[in-house]
């Protein structure tokens, strides 16, 4: 007799019971029985093609079952055509009492992680009037902050897009001063910066980029309990100013810890290439690189950082160069020197060799988010200062409320901004020195 399981009070008591495949979701219920039904006796493992043991349990070759084997099989397998394919094999066999398990079976047990309305802070990042840029992780760390307060389980990123016909544009189309699309583009840069970033906030289960403005009404309306900004709504859309409010936090409050953790299988693929480089185990200072078309007084001098890479190869450390992503493919101007190509192209991978580095340089570009909000991260940014250049101004650090000398508040344990000495070897020389010695003697 075929009959569908639904729930572990359908098996009989005392039932003997063959399971069959000895798959995943075989192993899981054979767990589930001995802990739940341990008055069912699990006689053994069916299994298409070998014979063996597992659990202690006899794993049987399906064809060795006799026709007349008075016996009860349950089929647990995920795949409904592989399913009735089973059961079509088993009918075929003779075998008369048959059960199965379909993704509707319930063992009794209460969902930990089940949600209510109030557990979701639904987080809209509205680009009418924010950018289309690192500071989305800056917006995600200060919605990270309001979902501690509020006591909610997850943030939920709603990425709501510009105005088409507005004069106002934030997006990457609006660099003025980029030369090449790439760096123009807004779907480069929405799926392999934005998108991808929100999964190193652990609170983050998933994200979505609306494509017109009206699917806010529509698939949210009046059901949201919990959202971020607290006013927000999509015809007076709220400038969130992230940025600035992580400027002036001290870390000292616990619901300002540092968000971003790296998967393990991201770690894990950095720890193999280093093994690749024979580098693993070394005293590795990872330098990434601003090479960008625009605001090009911030970029990396590459000259002065090779210089640096040469001083730090002298005194016994292994540099590696992250190039900019927008310059990986350019002329090589680094053949003798480590580059980490793959971190240009994956930002999980960026930022795990930034977590496994001994210490990782830079200067104040975007991918800093990713040493920044990570407290496993050592670093030292430095901050390009110029008077004669809007973005590096005294009067451009004040709008973001830092001024020239500022440390951060989040900043964790041997995090670091220097302000200058962007284009001088001697000066990134000593700094390096100096927390390298701050970090051996702290071992």
Known sequence: ???????????QRGQNLYIYPPGNAGRKLYEIIKKERPDINITAFLDSYKNG????VPVLNVSYLSAAADICVVVVMEREQIRKQILGNLHDKGVVNVKYIENDFDYGFVDKDLLIKNDILYFFYDLQVNALNYEFTCSLYHAEIERRKRGCKIVYPVIVPANKVSLFDLSRTAIPEAINDVEQSNYWFMNNVLIPSSAMFPSVGSAIVLSYRKEVEYMFGDNVMQKFPNNYSVSRP???KSCRYINQIERAHKEYSLPVINDPSSVNFVQQWLAREDIQGEKIIVITLRETSYQCGRNSVISVWKCFADNMIDRGYVPVFVRDTFSDFKDEELQDYIVFHEASWNIFLRSAIYELSYLNMMVNTGPHVFCTY????KFLLFTYIS??????????????????GHQLGIHARFQRTVWGGTDSCELILEEALTMCKEIE???
């Open 238 to 240: 709220i400038e969130l």
């Open 374 to 377: 990570n407290e496993k991260v």
């Open 441 to 443: 003697e702290n071992k």
């Open 53 to 56: 043991e597992m659990y202690g």
């Open 1 to 11: 007799m075929l009959s569908k399981i639904t729930k572990l009070d359908d098996f």
């Open 387 to 404: 008077e004669e250049d809007p973005v590096g101004s005294k009067d451009y650090f004040e709008v973001g409320k830092r001024h020239i």
